[in-house]
């Protein structure tokens, strides 16, 4: 009997400690300690491949556009707005200002023409929406949230897109001759002559080669104050790309992703990049499943998955911690959070409040 009830007692006894080690190796491995999270948080960039210009005049106004743009993201979480708001309107701005390859100032295609990308994503409840290759809308960043809230589909492209866009009062249609600026413009001029030159076998050492090719593309990414994560991302793409040519970001999980669960992602740079590594995609995912901070994700990335001069990437985590990074000359941006942080950077130039 008591040889039994010893039996019982060891069987039951390695039965409780069998699913002990059981619940411990479900526990996730945490290296970091539990932070507090930050109100509000949000980060904004202006294109990697730039640094400031020669002209003190042109670098100030880049920078006063990009604290414009922080100012009302900020002033959008400050009163308890969320995340998603307040990305799609400070790209909104940027897309309004012709200093951005964003919306108004996009660089033109090897025909000449705009055809511009964007996408948005909430964190909450991973909805997002994208619209590929638009020629017609003025605000890119409207349609793909209209994509996103009204439609059962992620990505919109080219007619469909600016078909869906008729039913909108808030999205404007404009000429695609819009998005032109005098400086688009004259580099596309000095192509023509360039490729006019050429063609005949001229010398075209006189005729600047001015390509526009700077890049501007404007993303944002926040946290509110609900603890929701959002992103957003546009460009007019790549300079003299092909016609028909989509970049990385209208696409969810290269050039923008979102999860509450870890972190907010824009990014800007070679696009097929970003597409071939599913950038914005693998910095959550190495926060999920390597439980790395936002910082290490970001520059892991960077340094060993991309190559240098492809781009740079914003992220900020589900705390509020923001990580801006670029391998490229330079990259314009901005962050603030509700810890007092506000600040404009590019190159060696930095914007206070
Ligand atoms: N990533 C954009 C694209 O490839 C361009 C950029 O960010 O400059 O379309």
Redesign the pocket.
């Known amino acids: 009997m008591a040889s039994k009830l010893f039996a019982i007692c060891l069987i039951f006894g390695f039965v409780l400690h069998a699913s002990n080690l059981d619940a411990q190796d479900k526990k996730p491995v945490s290296t970091s300690t539990k932070q507090k999270r930050k109100t509000y948080a949000i980060a904004i960039h202006g294109?990697?491949?730039s640094s400031p210009g020669r002209s003190e005049k042109a670098n100030k106004a880049r920078m006063a556009s990009l604290k414009k743009a922080l100012e009302i993201g900020t002033k959008i979480l400050e009163n308890g707005g969320t995340s998603l708001h307040a990305v799609e309107e400070v790209v909104k701005f940027l897309e309004d200002d012709p200093q951005f390859?964003a919306g108004k100032g996009a660089v033109f295609n090897s025909q000449g023409k705009f055809e511009l990308?964007a996408s948005i994503m909430s964190g909450k409840d991973k909805s997002c929406g994208a619209v590929a290759g638009v020629k017609t809308i003025k605000n890119p960043i409207t349609l793909a949230r209209l994509v996103m809230t009204k439609t059962r589909h992620v990505l919109l492209a080219t007619d469909g897109a600016e078909q869906f866009a008729k039913n909108f009062s808030e999205v404007t249609i404009v000429e695609n001759s819009y998005f032109q600026t005098e400086r688009s413009k004259k580099a596309w001029e000095q192509l023509q002559q360039r490729r006019e030159l050429s063609k005949r076998k001229l010398k075209l050492s006189h005729i600047p080669q001015h390509t526009g090719s700077y890049?501007?593309?404007v993303g944002c990414v926040a946290l509110d104050s609900s603890g929701n994560l959002a992103a957003a991302?546009s460009?007019?793409?790549?300079s003299r790309?092909k016609f028909g040519?989509?970049?990385?970001?209208p696409i969810v999980g290269a050039?923008t992703y979102a999860d509450n669960a870890t972190c907010a992602v824009s990014?800007?740079?070679?696009?097929?990049q970003?597409i071939r590594n599913v950038v914005a995609y693998d910095v959550s995912a190495r926060m999920k499943y390597k439980n790395v901070s936002v910082q290490q994700a970001v520059d892991t990335i960077l340094s060993d998955v991309l190559n240098k001069g492809d781009?740079g990437i914003i992220a900020v985590d589900k705390n509020g911690n923001i990580h801006m990074n670029f391998s490229t000359r330079g990259m314009a941006r901005a962050a603030a959070d509700s810890d007092g942080r506000f600040e404009v950077i590019w190159g060696k130039m930095k914007l206070g409040k």
């Not at 460009?235 to 790549?238: F, P």
């Not at 040519?245 to 970001?249: A, E, F, I, K, L």
């Not at 990014?267 to 097929?272: A, D, L, P, W």
């Open positions: 294109g990697a491949g390859n990308d890049r501007g593309t991302t460009t007019g793409g790549l790309k040519r989509v970049g990385d970001s050039g990014c800007t740079g070679t696009g097929e970003y781009g």
